[in-house]
């Protein structure tokens, strides 16, 4: 079994959750190590949303879970990984592995799946993510990083890029199908590049910023539309088979409008997570044309696997803005505040005594 390189595990903490942006190096004790767990020596870390709306926190946390490096270390069973492999995490570092949602191929969704930060291991240890000089998963839910996808491209994709891929796959986006993104920010940039891999012949962006119609067209997006206009949704003439809502403001989500633009048995899948309810609508949205109304959450591990292959294979790049991880803080401002396009990627920048 190898040994970690990295003798001190530090990383960039909040230690008040009303100083959401503001961090401070800490060391901090990994969990033990486990006879499937994998140590990375993280590169690269992507930035999501951080928030004040914290909830119950464990403080001080390190957040991040769109984690890049290299293996360290590998555990006396793990099969996936060798010392030297490029390898990242995503918003999970282990499960359960034995209960229905698991076995069938439904791990995100275990009830007693960890969470890369802010979350509990069984024996007690509190996780923390990839604001860090290394992070320790078990092999499931740490994923090969091609050769041909860089490491600081690669890190938003298991988050951001691995939520949309997984429910355009999972509803069926290919050739010959219309789908719609609803939001392009971080997420919604990955889906359009993701459904123009995928050789959808139509792709519509739906955005109340019409200041990004240029970028969409950019990406892929066959037709933008602009849902600040009243009755937007008139304005499509050909009905979609799949719309994928990205945004996360309820306030801005028009589902009666959204649905009147489906086909028939067509689908609308949320993927986005606003703080406030969605809005209400009647039953007869969903039975007039039959549609469904979905959500899903992240994606499994062969669906991350496949993702980064399709990235590999179809050149697909990130619009990302590399910032070194001291600046956390700002970036995480600068997210909150919409003043990214569209991802940041913290490159480490903590210096550790080497090898033991």
Same mark, same amino acid.
């Given at each position: 079994m190898a040994v970690n390189d990295t003798t001190e595990w530090k990383g960039y903490a909040i230690s008040d959750t009303k100083k959401w942006n503001a +961090?401070? !190096?800490i060391n901090f004790d990994p969990k033990p190590p486990g006879d499937h767990d994998v140590d990375i020596k993280i590169e690269y870390c992507g930035v999501h949303t951080i928030t004040g709306g914290w909830g119950e926190t464990m403080l001080p946390v390190i957040p991040g879970h769109e984690i890049t490096g290299h293996v360290v270390r590998v555990g006396p069973k793990v099969t996936e990984f060798k010392v030297?492999? @490029? *390898?990242? &995490? /995503?918003?999970? &570092? =282990?499960? =359960?592995?034995? =209960?229905?949602?698991c076995r069938c191929g439904n791990e995100q969704h275990c009830d007693n799946a960890v969470d890369t930060y802010n979350a509990k291991y069984p024996d007690g240890t509190q996780s923390q993510g990839g604001f860090s000089t290394a992070i320790r998963a078990h092999e499931h839910f740490a994923f090969p990083i091609p050769d041909g996808v860089k490491l600081e491209e690669a890190a938003p994709m298991l988050c951001a890029g691995l939520t949309v891929y997984s429910p355009l796959v999972r509803n069926g986006a290919g050739p010959e199908k219309s789908v719609g993104i609803v939001g392009l920010g971080g997420l919604g940039h990955f889906a359009v590049q993701f459904a123009k891999a995928m050789a959808c012949k139509d792709i519509v962006v739906f955005s109340h910023s019409p200041g990004k119609k240029e970028d969409a067209l950019k990406l892929g997006a066959t037709r933008f539309t602009d849902t600040s206009k009243e009755d937007f949704q008139k304005g499509i003439t050909m009905p979609l088979d799949l719309v994928i809502v990205t945004a996360d403001v309820s306030s801005g989500i028009p589902i009666e409008k959204l649905a009147s633009i489906l086909k028939v048995q067509g689908r609308?899948?949320? !993927?986005? $997570?606003?703080?406030?309810? $969605?809005?209400? +609508?009647?039953?007869?949205?969903?039975?007039?044309?039959?549609?469904?109304?979905? /959500?899903?959450?992240?994606?499994? @591990?062969?669906? #991350?696997?496949?993702?980064?292959?399709? *990235? #590999?294979?179809? /050149?697909?790049?990130?619009?990302?803005? $590399?910032?070194?991880? @001291?600046? *956390?803080?700002?970036? &995480?401002?600068? !997210?909150?505040?919409?003043? &990214?396009?569209?991802r940041y990627v913290l490159k480490m920048d903590i210096p550790t005594s080497g090898k033991n």
């Open positions: +961090f401070e !190096v030297g492999d @490029r *390898a990242g &995490v /995503g918003p999970i &570092v =282990c499960s =359960c592995l034995a =209960c229905d949602k609308l899948i949320i !993927v986005g $997570l606003p703080d406030n309810q $969605l809005p209400t +609508f009647k039953a007869s949205t969903l039975t007039e044309n039959a549609i469904f109304i979905g /959500g899903s959450k992240i994606g499994n @591990r062969q669906e #991350a696997i496949d993702m980064l292959k399709l *990235a #590999a294979d179809k /050149g697909i790049h990130p619009w990302i803005e $590399l910032l070194p991880m @001291r600046d *956390a803080g700002k970036a &995480v401002t600068n !997210v909150k505040e919409n003043k &990214v396009r569209y």
